[in-house]
């Protein structure tokens, strides 16, 4: 039984205590000299490679969107414009005095996470359409293909074990699938006759949804499994860490009351005869809705997580400082494949400054900050900001802030 649950836990190589820099370069032994680390962490963001702040408050906040902003956003959109959001809050716990099952490098670790993920990718043709009409494609096709937009709120409990000695693990949570919206149109083509007075649309795609008959934090519209963390590899000479991870690997069943819409047809307009209006003849008038041909379907349905696999080394320079190269995957058409390098200096034994670039994911390059502090050897703070100048600038792509407080608990008999 011991020998099955030591390879269960190092084959899964998941954890949710996440790879604190501090403490995995310096503090380690505090971690492990503690009998509870407890974590808060709090993280918000939303990023693009195209839609910059200016268009996404306008688009929130109300105003209008003159040809100066529309035309910015569409320089900047190439052959696909992403956007994505994301909060999430977490309180964490690992037991780092108890031993599981007779083994004294491990202990229990569990999770409370609330979570709301959306994402987007568009066309550059589909964005024209939106915000300046059909009018520039007279005589051609607009594109609608490869159109994504994807928005899940979910909440999870998980236990898990940590290994003390590299703070690697894995956390097994059920998941409360509080909403989940998708639309997706996978080939789709809008003609527009040269003199403009027909129009031919042809598109396959789909829409999903959970049921909205019951709303808001909490709902249970669905339930699921998730999977979470990390493994920690050190180097030799004590020289950082290969980190290879897991997050979000899972999935929720909705419930019943969910509705599938699939669409894959064409559907073409020829203008509405003067004389059947000035008639007042029904019969003649088309019915649009009717006219757009979809199958409904009703009941249940499995949807994954918005999970992701990433990979980190983290490695000594001198004896106070450090670089940290990471990249992010998710199998999705709105993130690109992500790559963070980072430089950072331990002003002193409580704390550490960093420099970061990264780019992908959502967005472009970006430059961020990030920096750690022990206040003293109980309680440990964590701030980063990915992009540090967008959110100041009308024409930024994007925002990112993350806090991380963690507080180690001592026996009493310390």
Known sequence: MKKLLLVFGLLLCLAQVQAQRSILMQKDSLVCASSVMLDIDASAEYRSNAFDNELLDKLVFGGYISDELSQRQFDRISDLGTFGAQATGRFSFALMQDSVFGLADWGWQGQVEVRNHFELAMDGDLFHLVFDGNAAYAGESAELSNFWLDYMAYQKLGFGLVHKPSLSGFVISAVNGERFERTTILEGALFTAEDGDSLNLAYHGAWMRSDTS??????????????????????????????????DIGFVSWNEASLDYRADSSWAYTGIPLSDIIDDDEDGIPNFEDSLYYDQTKGSMLRWLPGSAYARLMHRIQERDYF??????????????????????????????????????????????????WVNDRFFVAFSAEDVVGPFRREGLGAHAALRLSYLLKSHAE
């Open 324 to 373: 940290e190269i990471e990249m992010r995957f998710r199998p999705v058409r709105a993130f690109n494949p992500l790559i963070r390098g980072g430089y950072f200096f331990v002003l002193n034994e409580n704390t550490t400054l960093g420099a970061t670039v990264t780019y992908g994911g959502y967005g472009n390059v970006r430059a961020g900050i990030a920096v750690e502090q």
């Open 214 to 247: 019951v709303i808001g934090f909490g709902s249970g519209n669905g339930l699921g499994v998730s999977l979470d963390g990390q493994l920690n590899i050190p180097l030799q000479e004590d020289r950082g860490y290969v980190t290879l991870g897991l997050r």
